[in-house]
């Protein structure tokens, strides 16, 4: 048996072991499963995993993961609904493609509990939605905020104990409406992790995306929107990789529509034996005249032997936009640092103050006061560690 049948075979005995679902999603989980099959695990012979061996995850995780539920903790302000999945049928599973993605197919596979949220129609939330997921498993959050209305969701993922996390988020932002999502991931060293996003935002409405990435041993992030006429969608990052870690940002934004705005400015710290990916791919439809795009990746690496692969990218189908890309890697400042010296601080402090400021940007954005307050203890605790 091969390395690729005997994986497989784990995964079919989980799946042809799990209790019957209603009809329409035993149908979404019988498609997914084998479109997993013949997909199987990406490897670097894939273009889109070029830089990540996706096959190792699946040598690790084997069947013990597939029956591993994440532990959720869903906090729900007044004024947002919590749903069951046959309520959701209408959406689950309709923009996260499993097409393409092996592992948004593996998460379909499994299918069995979600984290649905409905926000009414112009109904404005002042405090946060907040899906607190610990212990790895098939991760599946569904977020649908209404026309003209509001509301600002946390993604936080924790977990100590050596796992896989596998997990899709479908948000659809209706017409007029205005979605801030975070997501931090903030895992021990010993975990694999990987994520969807896949936002759908609609006419006129505002969506941004902040992914914030601490922990794990091999993390992959994909984060996608598809922008209707005159939306506006924001995908700001921020990973700190250290030691022999490894994260992978792959970004899409699809202008399918015209008049469409777009911002994205994903940043890098990388010590020791890090690896770090940024993949980001803006495409502008033909019909999507008049758009405004501009995405920047800035890398910042503390040691020789850290490494990062950028590729930002532009596919433009249209005559009438502005688009600009760029990534920058670089060291940190020798006069700034030798500034700060001359007043008196000392060699590492300054080295630990530098490194701060560059990650400070993406902190600045943050909206919410408790969990940007927590980001940037979390910063100062682990820059202070790399002046060691």
Not at 130 to 153: D, K, M
């Amino acid at each position: 048996m091969t390395a690729v049948s005997e994986q497989t075979a784990y995964w079919l005995e989980a799946f042809t072991g799990q209790k019957p679902a209603s009809p329409w999603v035993q149908e979404l989980r019988e498609k997914a499963f084998a479109r997993f099959v013949e997909l199987g695990f990406p490897t670097t012979h894939d273009e889109e995993w070029r830089f990540t061996n996706g096959r190792r995850i699946g040598q690790i995780a084997r069947g013990e993961f597939s029956k591993v539920s994440p532990t959720v903790a869903t906090k729900l302000p007044a004024g947002a609904r919590l749903a069951t999945i046959e309520e959701a049928r209408e959406h689950l599973g309709r923009y996260a493609s499993f097409e393409r993605h092996p592992f948004v197919a593996l998460n379909t596979a499994f299918l069995d509990q979600a984290s649905v949220v409905f926000i009414d129609r112009g109904v404005v939330i002042a405090e946060p939605i907040e899906f607190v997921y610990q212990s790895g498993g098939h991760a599946r959050t569904l977020v649908v905020a209404g026309a003209n209305s509001q509301c600002t969701i946390v993604e936080t993922y924790l977990g100590e104990h050596a796992h896989l996390t596998n997990a899709v988020t479908e948000i659809v932002v209706d017409r007029g409406a205005v979605v801030d999502h975070y997501k931090l991931q903030n895992e021990s060293q010993h975990v694999f992790h990987i994520a969807t996003l896949q936002a759908q935002v609609g006419k006129s409405a505002n969506f941004s995306s902040h992914c914030i990435s601490f922990g794990g041993d091999l993390v992959r992030n994909e984060a996608n929107a598809v922008l209707s006429e005159g939306s506006d969608v924001t995908l700001n990052g921020l990973y700190l990789v250290n030691g022999t870690q490894h994260v992978d940002n792959h970004t899409v934004i699809d202008h399918a529509k015209p008049h469409g705005t777009s911002h994205e400015l994903y940043k890098g710290v990388l010590n020791g034996k890090a690896v770090a990916v940024f993949n980001g791919r803006i495409i502008v439809r033909k019909d999507a005249q008049k758009t405004d795009s501009k995405q920047t990746n800035k890398n910042l690496v503390l040691s020789d032997d850290a490494m990062i692969n950028t590729k930002p990218e532009l596919q433009i189908l249209a005559d009438d936009v502005r688009c600009t890309h760029g990534a920058t890697i670089g060291q940190l400042d020798a006069e700034a640092a030798f500034y700060l010296q001359s007043r008196g601080i000392g060699r590492n402090e300054a080295r630990s103050m530098l490194t701060y400021a560059f990650a400070q940007d993406i902190i600045d954005r943050i909206k919410v006061p408790a969990l940007k307050e927590s980001l940037e203890k979390t910063l100062f605790e682990k820059f202070h560690e790399y002046s060691q």
